[in-house]
């Protein structure tokens, strides 16, 4: 498996990039500790992946991820909405178990290995 964007996703990830003028860098995929469920997904560009992340490409766009991370997020699909309610970037993950009604926060009933949850945060 992988981590996947919807072309929606990618045009987003792509426009980003481009407003940034850094479109051959990619976009940083992980978790950290916190929210509703106890798991956040974070997004992040980056111009290289770290010596021992995994790197995918979708549609053209490179998705680096640290190996912790992907424990939790392997098979991810990543969607965008340009909704002006509850628009933004969507996450259909095959092992979250429960997620927090934010979309953002999920829970894969798995023990968190150190490194992973660095920082406890609440949803809003």
Same mark, same amino acid.
């Given at each position: 498996m992988a981590i996947h964007l919807t072309e929606a996703a990618q045009n987003e990830v792509k426009r980003i990039l481009?407003?940034?003028n850094r479109p051959e860098w990619g976009l940083r995929v992980g978790v950290k500790g916190g929210g509703c469920s106890g798991l956040s997904y974070v997004l992040d560009i980056e111009e290289n992946p770290?010596? *021992?992340?995994?790197v995918f490409d979708?549609? +053209?766009i490179k998705i #680096?991820?640290?190996?912790?991370?992907?424990?939790f997020i392997n098979g991810l699909v990543i *969607?965008?909405?340009?909704?002006?309610?509850? +628009?933004?970037f969507? #996450?259909?993950n095959p092992n979250a178990q429960r997620t927090c009604g934010c979309g953002t926060s999920f829970t894969t009933g798995?023990?968190?290995?150190?490194?992973?949850?660095v920082k406890t945060e609440h949803c809003g």
């Open positions: 481009v407003s940034q770290k010596a *021992d992340d995994l979708s549609g +053209g #680096f991820c640290d190996p912790k991370s992907y424990l *969607d965008y909405s340009s909704s002006l309610l509850n +628009g933004g969507k #996450f259909d798995q023990p968190v290995e150190r490194g992973v949850a």
